[in-house]
């Protein structure tokens, strides 16, 4: 299908997810902005014909004229992994305004394409801000937050993002627009073809590559924990309970009557505060973790003791299943190390690409081993082509990958 060319902005670019998307619909990018030089650098490989600025603030009043203006504007401050001031913060939240700015230096922008994080819609004061700004530049605007992620489009991550959508109102038809707002409706994202927005166990495979190096491969340490962690879900027929699993609070070899009165510290949680002094939900949390230590006391002490589990670090002591009963190993299933703890799910879909380093871990059949997705892996995860050239830092491209918009 041909499309009819048009140009286009990309602002708080990345590494260009908007770029390539726009680009296989016919558009022409006239400049993008990135501050982060590695990411910037990325763009550059991939686009060398576009002419990247660096910091908006300081090029927002030079941009050449442009028909669509699109961009993953910062999420830090509405982002769970931010301070969440939204457009409290000084820095960042107010790069909202910027393009505002932009926008009115620029009446001949017909389209308005933004992206953010999930969290952006949970405070009403945020979109009501947003939607004022835009109707009062002459767009129409999506009348709620649309809420959209991939795996509604069969592929195979959870990564819920908000969009805000403008069109200039000279360019569409107030009397088709249900009280001045685009819809969802009228996007036609819901005539999906069957089976598109659904996924199964196994979906997620889809995204490996073959002959994968073993730089990838977990270090040997990190598969005995893994190895461990399999030994006792398959010794204590681990049911799936939605409760973590958290050694520190089991009370391990210690009698119920000394549980009760002993603190935190004692029970090697590391806080001097006695069980019964928590707040109410982390008492149940210990209480399963205590009664589900009774339950299977032979073999978790006999285990505990073998593998020294008390001495390992905190988060090596924690186990998170939510591979459901389908599944009763790791190298059945999707693996996380996390900050609070191990954590292992179906392999219906992929955990959302975050900057962190929380790698999503898979059991490779081929080299018999537990491995991290690649960089590549990620970009599939993400959308990117094939021939999508990334810099030789697996850390800065797990990086880039985790803050870029899905293609």
């Not at 598109?196 to 598969?223: C, F, P, R, T």
Request: hydrophobic share 35%; with cysteine; net charge neutral.
């Amino acid at each position: 299908m041909q499309h009819k060319k048009f140009t286009f902005v990309d602002l708080f670019a990345g590494i260009g997810g908007f770029h390539q998307a726009l680009e296989s619909l016919g558009g022409v990018c006239v400049t993008a902005s990135e501050i982060n030089e590695s990411a910037k650098e990325t763009y550059k490989l991939n686009f060398p014909d576009t002419p990247v600025v660096g910091d908006i603030n300081e090029a927002w009043d030079k941009l050449p004229k442009f028909d669509v203006l699109c961009g993953g504007f910062p999420c830090q401050p509405f982002s769970k992994a931010g301070n969440q001031q939204g457009f409290d913060d000084e820095k960042r939240g107010n790069f909202f305004y910027r393009i505002i700015d932009i926008l009115k230096e620029h009446p001949e922008c017909k389209f308005i394409i933004l992206e953010n994080v999930r969290n952006l819609s949970d405070k009403s004061e945020n979109w009501d801000i947003i939607q004022s700004e835009l109707r009062q530049l002459n767009f129409y605007v999506t009348e709620e937050p649309l809420i959209l992620s991939p795996s509604q489009f069969g592929i195979p991550q959870i990564r819920e993002s908000v969009y805000i959508l403008g069109i200039r109102k000279d360019i569409r038809d107030a009397k088709k627009l249900k009280n001045g707002y685009i819809h969802l409706e009228e996007l036609e994202l819901t005539d999906l073809p069957p089976g598109l927005g659904s996924l199964n166990n196994g979906d997620a495979w889809k995204i490996l590559e073959q002959n994968i190096h073993d730089k990838y491969n977990l270090s040997k340490e990190e598969v005995q924990i893994l190895n461990i962690w399999d030994e006792f879900r398959q010794g204590t027929n681990f049911e799936p309970s939605g409760v973590p699993i958290w050694l520190d609070y089991m009370g391990i070899g210690i009698s119920d009557k000394k549980y009760k009165e002993l603190t935190l510290y004692q029970v090697r949680a590391k806080k001097d505060m006695r069980i019964d002094e928590l707040p109410k939900w982390k008492q149940r949390f210990a209480q399963k973790n205590r009664e589900f230590y009774k339950k299977h006391k032979l073999f978790i002490d006999k285990w505990s003791k073998q593998h020294n589990m008390m001495k390992r670090i905190s988060t090596h002591k924690k186990f998170e299943w939510n591979g459901g009963d389908e599944f009763s190993s790791l190298k059945e299933v999707i693996v996380q190390f996390r900050h609070s703890g191990i954590r292992a799910k179906k392999p219906t879909y992929f955990p959302t690409l975050v900057a962190i380093n929380n790698t999503p871990i898979i059991w490779d059949e081929n080299k018999e081993t537990y491995r991290y997705i690649t960089p590549r892996e990620a970009a599939n995860l993400q959308s990117f082509k094939k021939d999508f050239i990334f810099l030789d830092n697996d850390s800065q491209t797990y990086k880039q990958l985790g803050n870029a918009v899905n293609v």
